[in-house]
């Protein structure tokens, strides 16, 4: 059984470029959520996609936008990067069935920004 | 609004002692609570959670947490270190009312010595 895949696990980018990330979640889940994790920080909620539509959204800029698919992965969409966007990414899944249903995470793609 | 405070950013204990890592939190709803960990350059593993049902929550590798609602407090303990545990613990509460946004702690660095 396939955990949450995210790919690339690595990228570098120059600022004002637009990257997208991918997420593939845990066979069964249908919920996707988008996280960044600056450096010694705990992970910042950035949105989260559910029937292929953003469900909830964090304090983050409208440069960060995203899509699920019907196969229910996702991508995160990050324009006009800028140095402190650098950072880990991080994807989780579960089942939209309450607050209870804990999230699984990948291992997350390293973003850094030159 | 929901949030946790971890207290102590570092935490040195000697393989074969016992480990506390304490966190408060704070939440308008009924909270679901949990405990992750995130070893170098990896994702976040879920080490267990709190749904309102027992007080005493026993999750992974031995690790268990007790949620105290007087308290406002789910602080994590295991009776014996092992070198294997270092690594970084976040406390984590749920968003509440339905919605399933993760609220992180700032996180604690757990340093195992032999």
């Known amino acids: 059984d396939a955990g949450v895949t995210q790919s690339p696990t690595h990228l570098i980018k120059t600022r004002g470029q637009q990257v997208t990330l991918r997420c593939s979640p845990k066979s069964g889940h249908d919920t996707v959520s988008w996280y960044q994790q600056a450096l010694g920080q705990g992970p910042q909620f950035i949105f989260q996609?559910?029937?292929?539509?953003?469900?909830q959204r964090g304090n983050f800029p409208d440069r960060f936008s995203g899509h699920q698919f019907p196969n229910y992965s996702s991508e995160l969409n990050v324009n006009a990067l800028l140095l402190g966007d650098s950072a880990l990414y991080l994807c989780?899944?579960?089942?939209?069935?309450?607050?209870?249903?804990?999230?699984?995470f990948g291992d997350g793609t390293r973003l850094s920004i030159l | 609004a929901q949030s946790v405070t971890q207290l102590d950013s570092h935490v040195s204990v000697s393989e074969g002692t016992p480990v506390l890592l304490r966190c408060n939190y704070s939440?308008?709803?009924?909270?679901?609570l949990f405990w992750y960990v995130q070893h170098p350059n990896k994702g976040l593993q879920l080490l267990l959670k709190?749904?309102?049902?027992?007080?005493l929550v026993k999750g992974i590798n031995g690790f268990e947490a007790e949620f105290k609602k007087s308290e406002t407090s789910f602080h994590l303990t295991k009776p014996s270190a092992h070198m294997s545990d270092a690594a970084e613990y976040f406390c984590v509460v749920s968003g509440g009312a339905g919605f399933q946004k993760l609220v992180f702690g700032t996180g604690t660095r757990l340093l195992v010595s032999p």
């Open positions: 709190y749904t309102s049902a027992a007080t």
């Open positions: 996609y559910y029937e292929e539509e953003e469900r």
């Open positions: 939440s308008s709803y009924s909270p679901s």
């Open positions: 989780a899944s579960s089942l939209m069935a309450g607050t209870e249903q804990p999230q699984h």
